[in-house]
């Protein structure tokens, strides 16, 4: 009696294991899209070539206290404050139980100051019947740095230097052009202009 106990505790055992195991698989692919990416950019996910730079991605992006509950809990409920640039998404295949496919998507914000910024919808569904905590997170330097790896400008797309968007320095640099160059001919024609002899 206590043998078969015993067998039938292992199985159960062995069971739980293995759906925890399926459930611990991550992103089987990501499509990130948004200004200057065209069509997108597509990662591999977990377990394929080249899939531990999405690993490393979602990770600085705080995809995992974004879906799962974590203790301490990082996820802000209110958006970070300053300017947050351009929006970029970035979708996660999130396979789940029984053929089961959810998709999860984060909204990514590179070049916030005076950090990278990014924001999941709570409540979104994954492996099947989880529903992601969701909520604001603000990353570090290097999601930046992550995301130009995998095709993201470095600077900010339509961007700015400064605070000051490129088309007003491009007017700026053209007026004080302007002004040296009414100064030189204004200088030039005063020499030219003889000086009346006094009588």
Do not use: C
């Not at 998709?103 to 999941?120: E, G, H, K, N």
């Not at 989880?130 to 990353?139: H, I, L």
């Not at 088309?167 to 030219?192: F, K, S």
């Amino acid at each position: 009696m206590r043998r078969i106990t015993f067998l039938l505790l292992a199985l159960a055992v062995a069971a739980l294991l293995g759906s925890s195991a399926a459930l611990a698989k991550g992103a089987s692919e990501a499509t990130i899209t948004g200004p200057g990416l065209g069509d997108g950019i597509t990662l591999a996910g977990e377990g394929q070539s080249g899939g531990d730079r999405l690993v490393r991605l979602a990770e600085h992006a705080g995809f995992f206290p974004a879906v799962f509950v974590t203790t301490p809990n990082s996820m802000l409920s209110r958006r970070p404050t300053g300017n947050l640039g351009p929006r970029y998404t970035i979708e996660y295949t999130m396979p789940g139980p029984n053929g089961v496919v959810n998709r999860l998507r984060q909204d990514l914000y590179p070049y916030a100051s005076p950090l990278p910024v990014t924001f999941m919808e709570p409540g979104q569904a994954y492996f099947g019947t989880e529903k992601a905590v969701g909520g604001w997170f603000v990353a570090s330097h290097v999601l930046k740095d992550e995301l130009v790896a995998v095709g993201l400008s470095q600077a900010e797309p339509g961007g700015s230097a400064g605070g000051v968007s490129l088309p007003w320095l491009a007017l700026g640099a053209l007026g004080v052009a302007t002004g040296v160059a009414v100064g030189v001919l204004l200088v030039a024609r005063r020499r030219a202009t003889p000086t009346p002899l006094a009588s």
